[in-house]
């Protein structure tokens, strides 16, 4: 059963093995993939493929960002970000209330 705990040494251990350099241009490269995999959904919407790769390539980004917020040291603060991004938004969003 994996956990938060072993998830993160698991990207730290990414890291270790590959360099932050190249981990940092696998951002590049996956959020490419995400963006393609995006265009072949809209393309056919109902093709259940497309839709398993938008999920793979969203997982892949999720795991790039993960691995982007331990580099900079900004997991706390990505956090603290996210949070006043919701708040913000629940407030423009109608019958949301924060
Ligand atoms: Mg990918």
Not at 52 to 69: F, G, R, S
């Amino acid at each position: 059963m994996w956990d938060s705990e072993k998830e993160l040494n698991v990207l730290k251990g990414a890291i270790a093995t590959y360099g932050e350099d190249a981990q940092e241009n696998m951002v590049f490269e996956e959020v490419g993939e995400l963006l393609q995999a995006l265009v072949k959904r809209r393309r056919n919407w109902a093709g259940l493929a497309e839709l398993e790769n938008l999920a793979e390539e969203i997982a892949d980004v999720e795991i790039c960002l993960d691995q982007l917020k331990i580099m900079h040291g900004i997991r706390s603060l990505v956090s603290e970000k996210r949070l006043q991004k919701i708040e913000r938004l629940a407030s423009l969003v109608k019958g949301v209330r924060p």
